[in-house]
C-alpha cells in the first residue's frame, strides 16, 4: 500500500516518525509535513503569491519532505508533486487529543479532511498525552497496522474521513463514537504584554457529554469518529426552505 504520512507537529515529530518506522515495512511510506511546529493551524491553506518551500530530508529509510507551510498545504504539495496517488493519508500521531470542539482547529484533522477532499482514504490519529515518548506513540500506531484492513475496508461515505484519538492510560476497548459539540473550553490566557500570550495558562472544561469522543477518550477507550466534510445542517435547510426574502 502506498500511504502519504503528514502531521501538524513537523517532519520531526516522535508521533510520526513512530507511524513511519512501523509502517516502511511492507508499504511505501512517504512523509511530506510542516516544518515546524503548525498545531492549531486547522485548514489554512498558502495562497499567491507566496510560494510553498520544500525541502527533501535526507538519511531516513522513507522519502521525507519539508513544507514551509500548513497541514493542509502539505497534503496539497503532496498530491501534486511528491505522493500524487496514495491508498492512505495518515495525519499524526498527534501529540495531544482531538476531541470535541479541538476538531475545529486542529491541523492534524484538517490535513486528513484535505486527503479526503480529494477523494482518498484518510485517518487522523491523536494521543491524550502532550508528553508522550516514541514507545507510547508506537503502541498507538500498532494498533493502527493491526487494524488497518478493517479500517481502509469500512463503508463510510465518499469525502469521510476517520478521528481516531488514543487514551492516556491501556486502553479498555474501542468506541465508535460521534464528536462532543456540547463542550465548551476556556483558556485562560495569561497576557505577558499587549502583544504575547502565555500558552500554559490554565484551561477549563464544561458540559462534557459522557456519550461522546470526549467522554468515552477521557474514560479510557480508543475512539473513533467518522468525520465528513460536508457541514450543510439538512434539518435546518428543509426548515428555511418557505422563507420570504426579498432582493
Not at 513512530?18 to 511492507?26: H, P, Y
Not at 485562560?188 to 472544561?205: A, E, F, H, L, V
Request: proline fraction near 4%.
Amino acid at each position: 500500500m502506498r500511504i502519504l504520512l503528514t502531521n501538524d507537529d513537523g517532519f520531526d515529530s516522535e508521533g510520526l516518525q513512530a507511524v513511519a518506522d512501523l509502517f516502511k515495512d511492507g508499504h511505501d511510506v512517504t512523509v511530506v509535513a510542516p516544518d515546524n511546529q503548525k498545531s492549531a493551524a486547522s485548514h489554512s491553506i498558502t495562497l499567491p503569491p507566496r510560494v510553498l518551500p520544500y525541502r527533501e530530508i535526507a538519511g531516513r529509510d522513507y522519502k521525507t519532505y519539508a513544507v514551509d507551510g500548513s497541514p493542509a498545504d502539505c497534503v496539497k504539495v503532496a498530491m501534486t508533486l511528491l505522493c500524487k496517488s496514495p491508498d492512505l493519508v495518515i495525519s499524526g500521531i498527534n501529540r495531544g487529543e482531538n476531541l470535541g470542539s479541538d476538531i475545529w482547529y486542529s491541523g492534524t484533522v484538517s490535513a486528513a479532511a484535505e486527503a479526503a477532499y480529494y477523494g482518498l482514504r484518510a485517518i487522523a490519529l491523536s494521543l491524550d498525552n502532550k508528553h508522550a515518548d516514541y514507545q507510547q506513540y508506537m503502541r498507538c500506531a500498532r494498533f493502527v497496522k493491526k487494524n488497518l484492513t478493517a479500517l481502509t475496508a469500512m463503508d463510510i461515505s465518499p469525502r469521510t474521513m476517520l478521528n481516531i484519538n488514543f487514551p492516556n492510560v491501556e486502553p479498555k476497548g474501542v468506541k465508535f463514537v460521534r464528536m462532543n459539540t456540547q463542550r465548551t473550553f476556556i483558556d485562560d490566557y495569561k497576557y505577558i504584554d499587549q502583544t504575547t500570550i502565555d500558552p500554559t495558562g490554565d484551561r477549563s472544561y464544561c458540559d462534557l457529554d459522557g456519550e461522546t469522543d470526549e467522554g468515552y477518550c477521557l474514560d479510557g477507550y480508543i475512539t473513533v469518529t467518522p468525520l465528513k466534510l460536508d457541514r450543510t445542517d439538512y434539518v435546518a435547510l428543509d426548515s428555511i426552505a418557505g422563507a420570504k426574502l426579498e432582493l
